[in-house]
């Protein structure tokens, strides 16, 4: 039998997968004092849900600033498509007549340039249910304020619970970048995984959603975080990794796009390799775990979503 501790994920030392999300989240204030990473800005980019204004709701539009009621509740006047921000072309010059220039010179070619696909470029996240419930009180969890941190407090054990219906659930909150939503759903789910047992294997249909919703944001902070949470699900109990492969269509084509994202940096040294957030080492990582634990059909399956991905089982 395949257990976590075989292979070194439940006996890690230092801080839980949690809070190194919250090492980084302190480490990019130091780094970057200007706020150009803060959640702030990417809330204004409308990349993250902005969320409520207050904890009773919303201020009614009569009450919000003037300034702020005027950029949430006016129609935005700029072009939704690449499409529609060159339909107007460029203006005429001062020296033309029925759109010929007067001047002997041609005039230079005004074409737009083709957009960019932005295969890599991130998508809006969507407000999880996770945070929906959490805000209703409807998840058994809270924080631990202890001496040490990175722990969740619940209120039920753990065994008690019903996996069908709070696995998706925290499952959901992994795309989630704002604490303590963040905080709780990947303690949470890091948590019931470890305690889960036989109860995981029934419930993996239920998690492909949010495993694809979560993957399709584009983000590298959220990939790596669901991969992290993809190895744990498949090294959690026995079938776990067969019972993905007939969802590998709904999966893997994110990992083909951000499988060779790594990071150059010549003949430097990389000293965050602890962290683990190589997009492309953990996507090389993760489907190993596939194809060691998914059974005979796994590979086929992995090489038809990836082509280019080769074997480490066969030889």
Same mark, same amino acid.
């Given at each position: 039998?395949?257990?976590?501790?075989?292979?070194?994920?439940?006996?890690?030392?230092?801080?839980?997968?949690?809070?190194?999300?919250?090492?980084?989240?302190?480490?990019?204030?130091?780094?970057?004092?200007?706020?150009?990473?803060?959640?702030?800005?990417?809330?204004?980019?409308?990349?993250? #849900?902005?969320?409520?204004?207050?904890?009773?709701?919303?201020?009614?539009?009569?009450?919000?600033?003037?300034?702020?009621?005027?950029?949430?509740?006016?129609?935005?006047?700029?072009?939704?498509?690449?499409?529609?921000?060159?339909?107007?072309?460029?203006?005429?010059?001062?020296?033309?007549? /029925?759109?010929?220039?007067?001047? /002997?010179?041609?005039?230079?070619?005004?074409?737009?340039?083709?957009?960019?696909?932005?295969?890599?470029?991130?998508?809006?996240?969507?407000?999880?249910?996770?945070?929906?419930?959490?805000?209703?009180?409807?998840?058994?969890?809270?924080?631990?304020?202890?001496?040490?941190?990175?722990?969740?407090?619940?209120?039920?054990?753990?065994?008690?619970?019903?996996?069908?219906?709070?696995?998706?659930?925290?499952?959901?909150?992994?795309?989630?970048?704002?604490?303590?939503?963040?905080?709780?759903?990947?303690?949470?789910?890091?948590?019931?995984?470890?305690?889960?047992?036989?109860?995981?294997?029934?419930?993996?249909?239920?998690?492909?959603?949010?495993?694809?919703?979560?993957?399709?944001?584009?983000? #590298?902070?959220?990939?790596?975080?669901?991969?992290?949470?993809?190895?744990?699900?498949?090294?959690?109990?026995?079938?776990?990794?067969?019972?993905?492969?007939?969802?590998?269509?709904?999966?893997?084509?994110?990992?083909?796009?951000?499988?060779?994202?790594?990071?150059?940096?010549?003949?430097?040294?990389?000293?965050?390799?602890?962290?683990?957030?190589?997009? /492309?080492?953990?996507?090389?990582?993760?489907?190993?775990?596939?194809?060691?634990?998914? /059974?005979?059909?796994?590979?086929?399956?992995?090489?038809?979503?990836?082509?280019?991905?080769?074997?480490?089982?066969?030889?």
């Amino acid at each position: 039998m395949t257990s976590l501790a075989q292979h070194g994920l439940s006996t890690l030392r230092g801080p839980s997968p949690a809070g190194t999300l919250l090492i980084e989240d302190a480490l990019k204030k130091i780094v970057y004092r200007d706020g150009s990473k803060s959640l702030r800005v990417e809330k204004q980019k409308g990349l993250i #849900p902005k969320g409520h204004h207050s904890v009773f709701g919303d201020f009614p539009p009569d009450y919000m600033p003037q300034q702020l009621s005027a950029r949430t509740m006016s129609p935005s006047a700029a072009p939704t498509s690449p499409r529609n921000a060159t339909e107007k072309g460029p203006k005429s010059p001062k020296g033309s007549s /029925g759109g010929m220039v007067v001047s /002997g010179r041609r005039r230079p070619n005004t074409a737009p340039a083709p957009p960019r696909a932005g295969a890599w470029s991130r998508r809006p996240v969507t407000t999880s249910e996770f945070r929906r419930f959490y805000d209703r009180g409807d998840l058994p969890i809270q924080i631990h304020h202890g001496a040490v941190g990175g722990k969740i407090a619940w209120r039920v054990e753990l065994e008690k619970l019903d996996y069908h219906h709070y696995l998706p659930i925290f499952f959901d909150g992994l795309r989630e970048k704002e604490d303590p939503y963040r905080f709780l759903s990947v303690q949470g789910t890091y948590d019931m995984l470890e305690k889960g047992g036989a109860k995981i294997l029934p419930v993996v249909p239920q998690l492909i959603i949010p495993i694809k919703t979560a993957l399709n944001t584009r983000d #590298p902070e959220i990939i790596a975080t669901m991969l992290k949470v993809l190895q744990v699900l498949v090294l959690s109990g026995e079938m776990i990794g067969e019972a993905l492969v007939p969802y590998y269509r709904q999966i893997l084509p994110v990992f083909n796009i951000f499988r060779g994202k790594n990071l150059n940096i010549g003949d430097m040294i990389d000293y965050s390799q602890r962290k683990r957030q190589n997009i /492309g080492d953990l996507v090389s990582e993760t489907l190993e775990i596939f194809e060691v634990h998914g /059974g005979e059909d796994a590979f086929i399956n992995i090489k038809y979503m990836i082509p280019t991905y080769e074997s480490c089982v066969l030889t």
